[in-house]
């Protein structure tokens, strides 16, 4: 048995109930459950339709997120989280590289390295190493000015954690900007890598080893042998090409407002709804939202 979820972004588009009936009724699905009005809504199949990424290819230009995946298992007991673009909507390097006078220079080796086109340890060298000299006490600046969080994020670690779920923030951003961020949020525990300082200033380097795309599938390994739970029980979110091994090991993988060779490579797509999204895909109704 699969399930078929339909959602939007709801302070931009409404889902149509009309458009909603027509695709259950196209594929002989059951019968439509509203999550959310306006919103999100699921309904169940018996079989994987084989039009499937044609369906979400005409819904995505109407603002329409498809997922369709098995029912069963779907709803998570762990949900590890990328951070730049996914749990913020910046890129913190390259926020820092904006207060340094050079951002257009940084963002531009940022977005190769995310779409896969660069090594990513390679990239962040060469990227931190451009920061050299920057006062440390820019990073707060930049949180306290530039930092925005992801909309839906304190309800998708408010309802998994009363439901008891556990949260790890894995990023190969800084740990200047986990620890506020996971602290914010509610994370259990965060990991990233580490800007190193001398005498108050930024020396180009950071901490080995580096935490990239490798480092996220060992935190994955590590935190459901602690905690005694199956891969499959985990749902993983990112945006970039150093996030595909996480999300391909992952339960269910999400690719969040992702590079579009990234998402090509994952099932679950989020291109239109918030971080919500992962609470709607497991079954959540709005109406079951923690705060």
Not at 18 to 41: K, P, Y
Not at 231 to 254: C, I, Q, T, Y
Request: net charge negative; hydrophobic share 45%.
């Amino acid at each position: 048995m699969f399930i078929a979820t339909l959602l939007t972004n709801p302070a931009q588009v409404k889902l149509d109930p009309a458009l909603v009936e027509n695709l259950r009724n196209a594929w002989g699905g059951g019968d439509a459950v509203w999550l959310s009005a306006d919103e999100a809504a699921e309904f169940t199949l018996e079989t994987l339709p084989g039009n499937q990424w044609d369906v979400w290819a005409d819904l995505q230009t109407l603002g329409v997120d498809l997922i369709v995946q098995p029912l069963e298992g779907r709803r998570k007991k762990m949900l590890l989280a990328d951070m730049d673009s996914t749990m913020i909507q910046q890129e913190c390097i390259d926020e820092l590289a904006a207060e340094a006078g050079i951002g257009e220079r940084v963002a531009d080796i940022t977005a190769r390295a995310m779409n896969g086109e660069l090594d990513f340890e390679g990239a962040l060298l060469e990227r931190v190493g451009l920061l050299k000299g920057l006062p440390e006490a820019i990073i707060e600046r930049v949180l306290a000015e530039r930092i925005t969080y992801m909309p839906g994020g304190k309800a998708l670690l408010a309802t998994m954690k009363a439901n008891g779920g556990y949260a790890a923030l894995v990023s190969g951003g800084f740990t200047a900007f986990t620890a506020k961020v996971a602290a914010e949020l509610g994370f259990d525990e965060n990991h990233a890598n580490t800007l190193i300082v001398e005498d108050g200033a930024l020396n180009g380097d950071v901490g080995r080893p580096i935490l990239g795309k490798q480092a996220k599938v060992d935190q994955l390994e590590r935190i459901t042998a602690k905690l005694g739970i199956g891969e499959d029980e985990v749902v993983a979110v990112g945006d970039g090409a150093n996030d595909l091994g996480m999300l391909s090991r992952a339960g269910s993988g999400v690719a969040l407002h992702a590079k579009p060779s990234v998402a090509a490579q994952c099932q679950i797509r989020i291109n239109h709804g918030d971080l919500t999204a992962l609470l709607f895909i497991q079954g959540y109704a709005r109406s079951d939202f923690a705060t």
